[in-house]
Nanobody, 123 residues
């Protein structure tokens, strides 16, 4: 059974940090990428960060560059998103998605999604 299970998230003050994890099971990721997306109320889902499971190449949307770091542990089939210097505009439900093309932030190119985890940043 294919599964993506997110953990982490929560409530943090502006300027704080949170870490998210995404554990994959039921399929092989080595040749693909895993991405984090987020969706705020009333807004479209947008890609945040992506990592190639093969070579570790990372991609970020401009608004999180320098603040968010995506990393992977292939042995554990787990991808992490470390979020620092959080802002109120980072508030959203965060989803991990796989497998997809490295560098893609198009939701249609990802077959499987986690259940989502809420990140709330208070100003």
């Amino acid at each position: 059974q294919v599964q993506l299970v997110e953990s982490g998230g929560g409530l943090v003050q502006s300027g704080g940090s949170l870490s998210l994890s995404c554990a994959a099971s039921g399929f092989t990721l080595d040749a693909y990428a895993v991405a984090w997306f987020r969706q705020a109320p009333g807004k479209e889902r947008e890609g945040v960060a992506s990592i190639s499971m093969r070579d570790g190449l990372t991609f970020y949307r401009d608004s999180v560059k320098g603040r968010f770091t995506i990393s992977r542990d292939n042995a554990k089939k787990t991808v992490y998103l470390q979020m620092n210097s959080l802002k109120a505009e980072d508030t959203a439900v965060y989803y991990c998605a796989a497998p997809g093309p490295p560098g893609s932030f198009s939701p249609n190119e990802f077959d499987y999604w986690g259940q989502g985890t809420q990140v709330t940043v208070s100003s």
